[in-house]
């Protein structure tokens, strides 16, 4: 029986990393690379939506071996789009930013002994501590006290305060009342901070126009709260949200389909899925 929400239908496949596409050591999810190598060759987009900054996910694009129009970048904030003229194959395309300077004063009263980073609007990185899982060795990113990140337009700021549980991370973020600014909380106590309306939705909303693929014809995948706003853009408008097996009962919430956990390779069983059931768009 023919599926009638992908027959016939060019998709758009957007794709988060941590814990969707990779695993905790950074090796793929099982059958991950085959599966979208398979939805690439039958014609359909498959592109990264992620938190991570572009200078972390490029390596990962290659790897993956695919090569989209338009990345998605540091939770929506960043737009990458194709220029074979650089490196990496890629050049910034559109870039959110704002000040941190009240945010940052204001989670430092409440949380001193925290780690921060923030990312500049051209990808440079400054952090407060070290962190292993910001893969701080594989650009030129740049020790320095929180105060020298104030009063500067950055795309992103990350906190991670280990000492506290998630559950004491997310009720002490919401005590603090962040406003003026898009933030998610991970799974551990981890905080991301966009720019104000800005997450992975609002950037993919304008790689689909650009792309020219229907509303309909989104599948957005990912694990983590901040692939909540993807999750609600896409099956708002009659596209489908998969979420991986491990995700959080928020992030299940929302989704329209549920898909096995990164371990058992729910990436690709969600490909392989829309693939049994769309068939090449014309």
């Not at 980073?117 to 990113?141: I, K, N, P, Q």
Request: hydrophobic share 40%; aromatic share 6%.
């Amino acid at each position: 029986m023919t599926d009638e929400r992908v027959a016939g239908r060019r998709l758009l496949v957007a794709l988060d990393l941590d814990g969707t596409v990779l695993l905790e050591d950074e090796s793929f999810s099982p059958r991950v690379r085959e599966a979208v190598r398979r939805t690439v060759d039958a014609g359909h987009i498959v592109t990264i939506a992620t938190g991570r900054s572009w200078e972390a996910t490029s390596y990962i694009l290659h790897a993956l071996g695919i090569l989209p129009e338009f990345v998605v970048c540091s939770n929506g904030a960043a737009i990458l789009s194709r220029d074979t003229t650089q490196e990496t194959g890629y050049a910034r395309h559109t870039t959110e930013t704002f000040d941190p300077t009240e945010v940052l004063t204001l989670l430092e009263k409440h949380l001193p002994d925290a780690k921060y980073l923030v990312e500049l609007a051209d990808g440079s990185r400054l952090y407060t501590h070290y962190v292993d899982d910001w893969g701080l060795e594989r650009d030129t990113a740049k020790h320095v006290e929180i105060d020298d990140m104030k009063g500067r337009q950055v795309a992103r700021v990350v906190v991670v305060s280990p000492e506290h549980s998630e559950d004491e991370f997310i009720s002490l973020v919401e005590q603090i009342g962040l406003h003026h600014v898009s933030y998610s909380v991970g799974w551990t106590a981890w905080l991301d901070i966009a720019p104000q309306g800005v997450d992975k939705s609002t950037a993919l909303e304008q790689v689909r126009e650009w792309e020219g693929v229907a509303p309909s014809d989104v599948v957005v995948i990912g694990d983590g709260r901040n692939d909540i706003g993807m999750f609600r853009w896409a099956s708002g408008h009659g596209g489908r949200a998969f979420a991986m097996g491990q995700a959080p009962d928020e992030v299940i919430a929302v989704s329209t389909d549920l898909t096995g956990t990164v371990y058992e390779g729910g990436v690709a069983q969600a490909l392989d899925t829309l693939l049994e059931t769309a068939a090449a768009p014309s």
